[in-house]
């Protein structure tokens, strides 16, 4: 009896995979979870703007998936596009550092890992059914499962056809330990979110684990206790030889690093690695505002404050250092709107309303915006993103960018990922990276739903104790 019982439910197991390969973008989807988009409706409350936004940003990574894989493809443009690495030498004309191009089936692990994050809303939202996301979960689970990897910890960019790395420089053809660890937060909440005992949610559970369990962070260590390094690659080792220090997007890095299982990170490595590099600190004010970290002048791209706070929730986060990570992360916040208000290049279009330099699209290729390299470009998503720091001048951003602009940069996925007046220049791509946040950052001002299911692991809380942080959701 018992043998014919698991039999069934393995039967049923390779029945729902079946179907979850059906479920994939170039089929119809089911009507009852199609996610149509809509163009600008006026006069409506600021709820339903909200449910909107979110929604219509959504479908950038549930109907531009990619088919075969399930994972969020890097950008919306199929034709090749070129990646410029500028950080903020902006007395050049043109890029000084290494181009990149990528095409189609360019995936990104990292905005994998939001999209992930992206369809526990999407679920809780009522966007589309609960056994549909877990289909399209498990598909990308095991893509992953058996898709490169190097000691557990997945490269930048993947092909979404073959699972196979592709590179992003001559050195950095391995593994990324950053865009890693935005994956596993996402796989990681997804788990805590569908925790129910049905066949489906026991095997992501499993697969999760599986994952969780193999990433060796301790790896990027070198064998040491003085530096953890952002890249290995089994051709190159650790010539890429660039240290996660900041203050900046990493600090979900060492979290995640130090919350595994099985292959944690010890204190004193990020206390050497981290909390001692010379760009941690800051301490000076800006427009009135005191910022705590970071070795930008003005705090530098707001993607800072919004990667790694997807799952850490900074209300209450302090750590044994004296840094208050909610004044972090809305001193940032308010600097960046306030440089933009004062505008010094006198930029066209610049304003309370319109606010909000990061990393992103620009008319001179992809660049890392902030006030140190202020090209005219505004990223929706730098505003958006801020919606739990700043609500109010969040809320004013995006009315400006629904209704005023609308026509230039509204579209099937939501906002287009950047626009310069001063240029007349409007992108017309999306970036898995920029709409991620969006989604996310929007309902944790809403509901907490993505910190809640997050803060309360228990790995995630030993790893913020180990590391000498202190929350509301850490227990004692």
């Not at 089994?234 to 690093?257: C, H, K, Q």
Request: aromatic share 14%; glycine share 10%.
């Amino acid at each position: 009896m018992k043998k014919g019982l698991i039999c069934m439910l393995i039967a049923l197991l390779f029945a729902f995979m079946a179907s979850a390969q059906k479920n994939t973008v170039g089929h119809k989807p089911n009507p009852g979870n199609s996610i149509a988009p809509v163009g600008i409706i006026k006069n409506i409350s600021d709820s339903a703007l909200l449910d909107i936004v979110q929604r219509q940003t959504f479908r950038y990574f549930w109907h531009f998936a990619h088919p075969v894989s399930g994972l969020a493809r890097e950008r919306d443009n199929t034709v090749k596009a070129e990646y410029y690495w500028d950080y903020i030498n902006e007395a050049d004309d043109e890029p000084n550092l290494s181009k990149h191009t990528f095409g189609p089936e360019a995936c990104a692990i990292g905005g994998t890992g939001m999209g992930v994050l992206s369809t526990v809303v999407a679920v809780n939202r009522g966007w589309i059914g609960r056994d549909t996301a877990l289909r399209r979960l498990i598909k990308i689970v095991d893509f992953l499962i058996k898709a490169d990897c190097y000691h557990g910890i997945y490269p930048h960019f993947m092909n979404g056809v073959t699972g196979k790395t592709i590179p992003f420089g001559r050195l950095d053809d391995g593994a990324d330990i950053v865009e890693t660890s935005y994956l596993m937060m996402g796989l990681l909440t997804a788990k805590a979110y569908f925790n129910g005992n049905t066949l489906p949610e026991r095997y992501f559970q499993k697969r999760v684990q599986q994952m969780w369990d193999a990433a060796d962070w301790n790896w990027h260590s070198a064998g040491g206790n003085k530096t953890l390094f952002w890249h290995w690659s089994p051709r190159n080792d650790f010539d890429m030889n660039f240290p996660v220090f900041g203050y900046d997007e990493a600090l979900i890095t060492y979290i995640i690093s130090a919350s595994s299982p099985v292959h944690p990170i010890s204190k004193e490595l990020y206390e050497n690695s981290w909390v001692k590099s010379t760009p941690w600190k800051n301490g000076k004010s800006y427009f009135g505002y005191k910022l705590p970290l970071g070795d930008f002048d003005m705090g530098g791209p707001l993607f800072f404050e919004q990667y790694t706070y997807m799952g850490i929730d900074p209300a209450g986060l302090t750590d044994d250092n004296g840094i208050d990570y909610a004044e972090q992360t809305k001193n940032h916040t308010l600097i960046n709107r306030a440089y933009c208000i004062a505008n010094p290049k006198h930029f066209k279009g610049y304003g309370e309303n319109c606010w909000g330099l990061t990393a992103g699209d620009s008319w001179k290729g992809y660049v890392a915006h902030c006030p140190q390299d202020d090209r005219g470009v505004i990223q929706p998503t730098a505003a958006l993103s801020s919606f739990p720091y700043t609500p109010e001048y969040s809320m004013k951003a995006l009315k400006h960018f629904y209704y005023d602009l609308g026509d230039k940069i509204w579209g099937p996925y939501g906002f287009a990922d950047g626009f310069s007046e001063t240029h007349n220049w409007y992108a017309k791509t999306h970036l898995a990276i920029d709409q991620g946040p969006i989604v996310v950052m929007i309902e944790n001002y809403r509901s907490g739903l993505i910190w809640k299911l997050f803060m309360s692991n228990p790995d995630i809380q030993k790893g913020l104790k180990t590391l000498g942080f202190k929350s509301k959701w850490v227990k004692e």
